[in-house]
Every structure is written in C-alpha cells, then in structure tokens.
C-alpha cells in the first residue's frame, strides 16, 4: 500500500484519452466563447456599464467556471477535494528531481531563466506573433473594448472599485480558474496521448482557448511554453503559476495608475 500512495503522490497515475482531454478543454472553452463573443455584444447596448467593464466580468465567470468544473473532476477522480488532495492531484508541490523525484526547493531557482524568457518573448517576440496572426486571420478580431488598456481615461480616476475587480479577475485568472484547469487538471494527464511534449499540446490548447481575446492565441501559446516546460519536468505547477502570475502583477499596477489618475 505504501508503495502504491508513493507512486500516486508523484503522479503516475491513470492518464486521460485525447477525447477526454478535448472534452474538459471544450467545455471549459465554449462557455468563454458564448460569453465574450455572444452574450456580452447583446447586452453592451442595453445596460449602463463600460462594454469594456461587461467584458471584463464575462471573462471572470468564464474562469470562475473552470474553477467549478475543476472542483467536479477533482471529486469524480479523488472523492473529495480537501486541500491535500489538490495539492497532490494538481502537483502544488515543492519541485521534484527529475531523475531522483526528491523535492528540491533549490529547483524553484529555475524561475530566474524561466522569468527572463518569458519576458523577451511577452514584450519582444509578442507583438509580432499577434500581428502576423492578425494579418493571416484579418476577419478574425476582437472588439477595442477587450482590449484592457481601453480602460485607461479619466472617467476612471478615482474608480477605486476596479480594484477590486482587478483582484478578483487575478485570484481566477492567474491561480483558480485557468491554472487549475489547464495546468492542475490537464497537464498531469496528458502524458498518456502526447508523450514526452504533453507540455507543448498543454499550451497549444492553452493559447486555443483565448479565442475570445484573438488574435493573441499565438504568442499565449509561445508565451506559456516555458512555464509549462518548468512544471513538466520539474512536476511542480508553482513555476508556472509564478510564471503567468507576473502577468497579473503588471496588469494591477496598470489598474492602481488608471485608479489614481496616472494614465
């Protein structure tokens, strides 16, 4: 028995087909989808709220969803879903030796390179990938109002309430929504179907779920490589979560600017 929870704990567990992989992805996708591109242009004219606020809360139920159907597959597998639980499940774990499978709090040093690339690749190689998508796909676009920076005019100074909205979008965002899902549910799974670049098809399916904010589901994908890469091979989905949580950081700084005046 000791042996059989040893091998549970670092995540040799059953892995799932590639119709069930697509099937949690869909489910979690289609809603966002429905929401964003759907139900938020039918409501923008007739409600009293910023269509930029509107979307903003779409996206926010959109990921607070994910967080739902990752509590219901955690139950389905587990039985439960105490803390302990999807620590394990989710690998919420310090980072393992790949060849030992020892903890190793030492490996979290990895985020040093890991931060850095993401960075050239978010603020160098970014905007390239979005136009080169923009221009192969030119029907493919998103109304101004997604875009978060639209935000940014006087008719918000003083809206201390966005912060509030801000915090709440980072919590599903960058921890319970999209990281529990793509990373705690999926990721450990897809193994089984796609081998040694189960990390690379997690971020493709990843950046294929931002179709609601296209055309940046390229450079989402190259963006969310090296995060991936780290928690695969390291099976600890901190790197990531610290890798995509800096997003988060950046986007309230701009918020708090647009509160107090500043932009």
Known sequence: MTANVSQKAVGTEEQYSLAK?????????????LLTRVVVPALAPHVRMHPGILFWW????GMAWQFA?????????????????????FWLNTPRDPKTGEPRAKLF????????????????????????LAWVFSWFTTPPYSDITQLATPEFAGAWWLVGIALVSSVFNYFLGEEFLFRG???????????????????????LYHIHWAPRILSNIVETLPGNWLSRRFR?????????????ILTFVAILAVVLGLM
């Open 21 to 33: 992989i697509l099937g949690i992805w869909a489910i979690v996708s289609l809603p966002m989808v």
């Open 58 to 61: 779409s996206t926010i139920l």
């Open 69 to 89: 159907v990752s509590m219901w597959i955690v139950y389905r597998e587990e039985g439960d879903v105490r803390w302990a639980t999807i620590r394990r499940r």
């Open 109 to 132: 040093w990895w985020l040093v390179p890991g931060l850095l690339l993401t960075a050239v690749i978010q603020f160098g190689l970014g905007g390239y990938l979005d136009a080169a």
């Open 185 to 207: 549910v999926l990721l450990p799974k897809m193994k089984g179907v796609f081998g040694k670049w189960d990390w690379v098809a997690n971020a493709v399916l990843f950046g």
């Open 236 to 248: 600890s989905n901190w790197m990531e979560i610290v890798l995509h949580g800096v997003e988060g």
